[in-house]
């Protein structure tokens, strides 16, 4: 509504000279996004003329229509809505550890998610929340019971050789029956819409697993989440799956300007890379990803090099990246440890991985598209090497 943009006139012509607004941080020389938010310069051009000779109103005949919003959701009327089953209590102050609440979906058959928005009871309070499929038989958070929050225990450190043997065996097996994320919420980050042939599939009998993080702000209050799902209305020809290229042995020394970090993970199958989302906090300084292909050529396909916290973005590709078997995701981010960024919660401190923002993260997330009817967990498995008989 005019009556709305009218008082903010000057702040929007600061804001798009500077390319501050819209948020868009990807380096317009690696690769091409659909989802580019970035103003042409003649779109720039018209909003400071329009705020330099006074802001006036338009025509309201030339007016498009007001967006008609169903309940507030943004990708639509939900075919089904999953809900917290109960209120969660912020305290007032603290560190409030990442909750997880099981939820059954009761999906008595398989089911396609082509769009999935996920919701903040209070966004005051909720930092993020990430919804997972747990798929029926996974021993991931066999504990916990259904609409309780729920809180892991960490895993301590095993030292003897058949402990480590028994760690990895438990790694294999989340790999295999594993959560796989559907939908997540954080600042400036955007529900899920999949274009028809594409979509994410639940399992009959799966459960919905949230992960929320509250952040305490001085006032106690009541958080009950949802997400929101729209199902396929046919079958899609591509099943598409979340993963990540992370690295959590990080350890940014004290006032470190620029403090670099490495990850990467290898294909093994052929497949189609349709975006990307880096994810670090408060001293993420900026980021990359490569694709480092069999033949041995490699390709930077996104370049982040101002990276905002406060802006969770995922970069769609206009045309989806086909990666052969054998090609290798690579990521590398800096972190800024100093005193001179502005967001660093401490620069004297020594950082390592962790869930709280004044901890970090270094997360390479992306999302493949494979055909419906393959599992998409194998992609990341190596093949095993078959013996050749003797004579």
């Not at 903010?8 to 989802?35: Q, S």
């Not at 294999?172 to 400036?188: N, T």
């Not at 690579?330 to 401490?346: G, K, M, V």
């Amino acid at each position: 509504m005019y009556k709305d943009v009218r008082p903010w006139a000057k702040a929007i012509r600061e804001a798009v000279l500077t390319k501050k607004m819209p948020p868009w941080f990807a380096d317009a020389h690696y690769g091409k996004f659909a989802n580019d938010r970035s103003l042409a310069q003649d779109e720039i051009d018209t909003l400071v003329s329009w705020a330099d000779a006074g802001a006036r109103e338009g025509d309201a005949k030339d007016a498009p229509p007001p967006v008609e919003w169903a309940d507030g959701w943004s990708i639509g009327k939900p075919d089904t809505v999953v809900e917290m089953p109960h209120d969660f209590d912020v305290p007032a102050a603290g560190t409030v550890e990442y909750q997880y609440v099981v939820i059954p979906s009761g999906f008595k058959e398989d089911t396609w998610v082509q769009a999935a928005e996920a919701r903040p009871g209070n966004r005051a309070l909720v930092h993020h929340i990430i919804a997972f499929v747990r798929p029926p038989g996974s021993k991931w958070l066999k504990e916990a019971q259904p609409g309780v929050p729920f809180v892991p225990k960490r895993r301590e450190s095993k030292k003897d050789k058949s402990k480590k043997e028994e760690s990895k065996k438990e790694d294999d097996d989340s790999i295999a029956d594993g959560p796989e994320l559907l939908i997540g919420f954080a600042p400036g980050l955007l529900p899920m819409t999949l274009p028809p042939g594409q979509a994410k599939l639940v399992r009959a009998g799966s459960d919905f697993v949230f992960q929320l993080h509250y952040t305490a702000n001085g006032k106690p209050g009541v958080d009950r989440s949802r997400i929101g799902l729209i199902f396929a209305q046919q079958a899609p020809k591509q099943r598409v799956f979340t993963a990540n290229a992370t690295n959590s042995k990080f350890v940014i020394p004290p006032g470190d300007p620029a403090y670099r970090v490495d990850s990467s993970i290898t294909l093994h199958q052929a497949v189609d890379l349709i975006d990307v989302m880096p994810h670090m906090h408060y001293r993420g300084k900026d980021f990359e990803y490569r694709l480092a292909y069999p033949t041995g050529e490699t390709q930077t396909v996104l370049r982040v090099p101002r990276y905002d916290f406060n802006w969770q973005l995922f970069y769609y590709y206009e045309k989806p990246v086909v990666l052969p078997a054998g090609t290798r995701i690579e990521c590398t981010a800096h972190f800024d440890n100093s005193p001179n960024n502005r967001y660093n919660p401490d620069p004297k401190a020594e950082v390592r991985w962790g869930d709280q923002t004044w901890e970090e993260m270094m997360i390479g997330w992306f999302d493949i598209a494979v055909a419906a009817d393959k599992n998409p967990r194998d992609v990341f498995k190596e093949p095993k090497k078959t013996q050749s008989a003797g004579l």
